[in-house]
């Protein structure tokens, strides 16, 4: 089975019902909904839109709504678009109602005041770089760094320290306020600075509200990374935005850092931006851009995302069937035994965990262990709000995971969790039922046959707040 999850970006190449059920059999298992462009009533449309197809399949798709953010944005550059060549001069402005290859005019109305001579802009998700070399009362001359095709209305990459938005903005909260009416699984905070900036949104705990993935995007984020982790319930490696605030010989080795620390903690982490940049417009991806998928799988990352190539590609299915072949092919070479020695150094570091906490961390890393050593088929997570699942997870067990919840909300977002296979099961008064349940469902529905010698772990009752109870059990 493939274990490295695949997160896909909904737009007009793939938001039709036979597309989005094309996607879902290829190995999509979040659909992302963008929420920079278009109207709240269109993204709905989206979503429901995905709901249908999954429920037609019987499949388990979590649903990720990535909030507008503090998204500086340009005028729209002419039907076709625009080449930038290496070594054009360019002015920067704001007001216009349009862009062109000489000016470009953005919304952010501080834009000019707040970006200083020497600072680095960039277009998209990076393809296209500037450097400021001069300035007036209303001017930015700037001259390209790195030039390439431009088209619609791209972001407008400022470093993070000279944007003055707040985030989460007053757009981004009524779109939330939406989406959440609506059940949606996972919400994303773009352009997040601290722990306070999630707090802010102020929804309720995952499964009884969203689960909250913060977008690692500046560099405020990744000072402030053990505060934002501790707040939130995944977290999403946007290596576009970061490659402003950083180098690019930097972003290999945050990418590493940011995944190690919030993995070791039991965060699904989406690794994001170019992954198979060019299945935009090709049918196949360049060697480079599959060593970077395979790279991220080794990295430990929970999944990969695909952005405009599932969104406005050529073939959005391709797109995903291709990720789908190579992180399950990178899936196979991943170092297990490894990895669960460095995220367990990493949580010895961290210090004094809660009782619960540490009695969940101690279950959870000897079901890993006890499941190699007895030779068992899977390990079997009885979880209500899915942390048993995730913390089984981070240490990557080269079993799978199957897990168990009463709670449906709580079964999607296990979606984006490497390794895992979530199931909604019956509510149950009484541990042992649940069990049994669980044990039921894997010998009807799953390849494991009678005899099967599984993990179980489980809280000793259905009130306790810690899972506390490992058995290794035989499938009836």
């Not at 707090?199 to 995007?217: D, H, N, Q, Y």
């Not at 020695?341 to 961390?361: I, K, W």
């Not at 995971?401 to 490497?418: K, N, T």
């Amino acid at each position: 089975m493939r274990r490295t999850k695949i997160v896909a970006t909904i737009g007009p190449a793939s938001e039709d019902p036979t597309t989005l059920r094309a996607m879902i059999r290829a190995g999509m298992d979040v659909a992302r909904i963008g929420c920079a462009h278009g109207t709240i009533e269109e993204h709905l449309a989206k979503y429901k839109a995905i709901r249908a197809a999954a429920k037609e399949l019987d499949a388990n798709v979590g649903i990720l709504a990535d909030l507008p953010g503090p998204k500086v944005r340009c005028a729209p550059f002419p039907e076709g678009g625009v080449v930038f060549e290496d070594g054009d001069e360019v002015r920067f402005t704001t007001g216009e109602t349009s862009s062109s290859r000489e000016v470009i005019s953005s919304d952010y109305e501080q834009m000019v005041q707040s970006v200083e001579v020497g600072d680095c802009l960039a277009l998209g998700d990076g393809n296209i770089s500037f450097v400021v070399h001069d300035k007036s009362a209303d001017t930015l001359f700037a001259r390209v760094v790195r030039g390439a095709k431009v088209q619609g209305k791209p972001g407008l990459q400022i470093p993070s320290d000279r944007i003055r938005i707040s985030t989460p903005t007053e757009e981004d909260f009524r779109f939330a306020d939406a989406f959440i009416e609506e059940g949606v699984d996972m919400l994303a905070i773009s352009f997040v600075r601290s722990a306070h900036d999630i707090r802010s949104l102020g929804v309720e705990p995952a499964p009884r509200g969203p689960l909250i993935v913060a977008k690692i995007e500046t560099r405020a984020a990744v000072e402030n990374l053990e505060g934002i982790i501790t707040v939130s319930g995944a977290v999403m490696v946007a290596r576009g935005d970061l490659g402003v605030d950083y180098s690019l010989s930097e972003l290999p080795h945050l990418q590493k850092h940011i995944i190690r620390r919030c993995v070791a903690r039991g965060l699904p982490v989406i690794t994001a931006t170019q992954m198979l940049e060019s299945m935009v417009y090709a049918p196949t991806p360049t060697r480079a851009e599959a060593s970077d998928v395979a790279n991220a799988v080794f990295d430990g990352t929970s999944s990969v995302m695909l952005s405009g190539e599932s969104a406005v590609g050529v073939d959005p299915v391709n797109a995903v069937a291709t990720m789908a072949e190579i992180t399950q092919r990178s899936d196979v070479g991943f170092p297990h035994e490894e990895w669960a020695n460095t995220v367990s150094q990493v949580r010895e570091s961290d210090g004094e965990l809660g009782a619960g906490a540490l009695t969940t961390d101690a279950i959870t890393m000897a079901a890993r262990r006890i499941a190699k050593e007895v030779g068992a088929q899977a390990i079997v997570c009885l979880s209500r709000t899915g942390y048993t699942v995730r913390s089984v997870s981070r240490f990557r067990p080269t079993v799978p995971i199957y897990g168990f919840s009463p709670d449906e909300r709580a079964v999607r977002q296990l979606s984006m969790s490497w390794g895992t296979i979530a199931t909604k099961s019956q509510e149950r008064t009484q541990p042992e039922d649940m069990i049994d349940d669980a044990l039921t469902l894997l010998s009807d529905h799953t390849d494991l046959t009678t005899g099967d010698r599984v993990v179980v772990i489980s809280g000793h009752s259905t009130s306790t707040r810690a899972t506390d109870t490992l058995r290794v059990m035989h499938l009836p």
